[in-house]
C-alpha cells in the first residue's frame, strides 16, 4: 500500500538570522511543496527517485539498508550523502523501518522548481519524520542543524510567530492576512548565493549586542503583523533592513542590486539569494523584468493564509 506525505515551503518575512539565537521570527508556509511517496520494495535497499516541479528527475539513487545503518565515509558532500544523513539519523531513533523491512520504492515530487529555495530539504526531513513517526525538530538538528522554523512552516498552514526558547521550538500560528497584501510580491533573484560570508559577520558581532538587536528585532516583528496600513508595514520593513545590514555589514539588497527601485525591498532568510520581498504601490512586474528577474510572484500565489 502507498502512504504519501506532504510538507509545505517556507519564506522567513523577519527575524533571520537572530532567530538562531531567539529571536521571535514570522515565518510564512507556502503554496508550494514537496510530496514523498513510500510503497514496499525488495532486495534490503531503497529504490529512490526525486521529481522536480516540471516532472523531470533530478535525482535517482539505489540506497542499501547497509549504508542507512553504516553509512560510508564520503570525501565529498552529493545528494546521496544528504540523504543517507537523514535516513541514519531516523534509523537511530526508529530502526524498525529497516530491521522490519525488505524494502521500499519512494519518489518525492516538488511543486515549486529546486532552485528557488523554498525549503527542498526542510519538506523532506518533514515528510521522512512523519513517515518514521519521530520528531523532525530533532531530526533536523541531528542532521543539519539550524533554527527550525522552515520545519515548522512544513507543519503548519497559517503564518507562525516562531522562536527557540532555550533551544526548544516555539510555534504560534498567526493571522496575517493584510489587507494590502495586492501590493506584495516576492522576486526571485535567479541564483542561490552562499550565505557563508552573512552568517560569518553576524557570528563575530552578534555577543556584543545580541539582546538587544533580538529586542529590536522582536518588536519588529510584531510591528509587521500587526500593521493595519500598507505605510506601516513598509515603515517596519525598511527599518529591520537597516538593523540587519548593520549586524551583518552587508549592504541591502536594494542598495546592492536595485538602488532605483520606488517602493521597499526585504531579503527573506539568507542575505544574497533566493526571494526577496518587494512592497510597491504598483505592478512591479516589467522594472524586474527589465533588470533580468522574471520571477515574479504576488503574495497571495505565494503565502498560505
Given at each position: 500500500m502507498?502512504?504519501?506525505?506532504y510538507?509545505?515551503?517556507?519564506?522567513?518575512?523577519?527575524?533571520?538570522?537572530l532567530?538562531?539565537?531567539?529571536?521571535?521570527?514570522?515565518?510564512?508556509p507556502?503554496?508550494?511543496?514537496?510530496n514523498?511517496?513510500?510503497?514496499?520494495g525488495?532486495?534490503?535497499?531503497?529504490?529512490?527517485?526525486s521529481?522536480?516541479?516540471?516532472?523531470?528527475i533530478?535525482?535517482?539513487?539505489t540506497?542499501?539498508?547497509s549504508e542507512i545503518?553504516?553509512?560510508?565515509?564520503?570525501?565529498?558532500?552529493?545528494?546521496?550523502?544528504?540523504l543517507l544523513?537523514?535516513?541514519?539519523?531516523?534509523y537511530?531513533?526508529?530502526?524498525?523501518?529497516?530491521?522490519?523491512?525488505?524494502?521500499?520504492?519512494?519518489t518525492?515530487?516538488?511543486t515549486?522548481?529546486?532552485?528557488?529555495?523554498?525549503?527542498t530539504?526542510?519538506?523532506?526531513?518533514?515528510?521522512?519524520?512523519?513517515?518514521?513517526?519521530i520528531d523532525?525538530?530533532?531530526?533536523?538538528?541531528?542532521?543539519?542543524?539550524?533554527?527550525?522554523?522552515?520545519i515548522?512552516?512544513?507543519?503548519?498552514?497559517?503564518?507562525?510567530?516562531y522562536?527557540?526558547?532555550?533551544?526548544?521550538?516555539?510555534?504560534?500560528?498567526?493571522?496575517f492576512?493584510?489587507?494590502f497584501?495586492e501590493?506584495?510580491?516576492?522576486?526571485?533573484?535567479?541564483?542561490?548565493?552562499?550565505?557563508?560570508?552573512?552568517?560569518a559577520?553576524?557570528?563575530?558581532?552578534?555577543?556584543?549586542?545580541?539582546?538587544?538587536?533580538?529586542?529590536v528585532?522582536?518588536k519588529i516583528?510584531?510591528?509587521?503583523?500587526?500593521a493595519?496600513?500598507?505605510?506601516?508595514?513598509?515603515k517596519?520593513?525598511e527599518k529591520?533592513?537597516?538593523?540587519?545590514?548593520?549586524?551583518?555589514?552587508?549592504?541591502t539588497?536594494?542598495?546592492?542590486?536595485f538602488p532605483?527601485?520606488?517602493?521597499?525591498?526585504?531579503?527573506?532568510?539568507?542575505?544574497?539569494?533566493?526571494?526577496?520581498?518587494?512592497?510597491?504601490?504598483?505592478?512591479p512586474?516589467?522594472?524586474?523584468?527589465n533588470?533580468?528577474?522574471?520571477?515574479?510572484?504576488?503574495?497571495?500565489?505565494?503565502?498560505?493564509?
Open positions: 502507498k502512504r504519501t506525505f510538507s509545505n515551503g517556507k519564506l522567513l518575512l523577519t527575524g533571520e538570522y532567530v538562531l539565537d531567539g529571536a521571535k521570527a514570522l515565518a510564512l507556502t503554496k508550494f511543496g514537496q514523498l511517496s513510500v510503497s514496499s525488495k532486495n534490503q535497499e531503497i529504490q529512490w527517485q521529481f522536480d516541479a516540471d516532472g523531470n533530478w535525482f535517482q539513487e540506497v542499501l539498508f545503518i553504516t553509512p560510508p565515509e564520503w570525501q565529498n558532500e552529493s545528494v546521496k550523502t544528504t544523513t537523514i535516513l541514519h539519523q531516523g537511530l531513533v526508529n530502526p524498525s523501518f529497516i530491521t522490519q523491512s525488505e524494502g521500499y520504492e519512494i518525492t515530487e516538488l515549486f522548481p529546486r532552485k528557488w529555495g523554498l525549503g530539504s526542510s519538506t523532506l526531513i518533514n515528510n521522512v519524520a512523519q513517515w518514521l513517526q523532525a525538530f530533532a531530526l533536523l538538528q541531528n542532521s543539519f542543524g539550524g533554527s527550525g522554523y522552515d515548522a512552516c512544513a507543519q503548519n498552514d497559517t503564518p507562525i510567530l522562536q527557540l526558547e532555550q533551544g526548544k521550538p516555539v510555534v504560534e500560528p498567526v493571522v492576512a493584510p489587507d497584501s501590493h506584495l510580491f516576492f522576486v526571485y533573484l535567479n541564483q542561490k548565493q552562499s550565505s557563508k560570508a552573512a552568517i559577520a553576524y557570528y563575530n558581532n552578534k555577543n556584543a549586542h545580541l539582546a538587544q538587536n533580538s529586542a528585532i522582536n516583528t510584531q510591528v509587521v503583523l500587526d493595519s496600513t500598507l505605510s506601516d508595514f513598509a517596519a520593513i529591520h533592513e537597516i538593523v540587519m545590514s548593520n549586524i551583518l555589514e552587508m549592504k539588497v536594494k542598495e546592492a542590486l532605483d527601485f520606488k517602493g521597499i525591498i526585504k531579503s527573506l532568510g539568507a542575505w544574497g539569494g533566493d526571494f526577496v520581498l518587494v512592497i510597491s504601490k504598483e505592478n512586474k516589467d522594472y524586474f523584468a533588470q533580468g528577474y522574471t520571477t515574479i510572484i504576488p503574495y497571495a500565489e505565494m503565502i498560505l493564509i
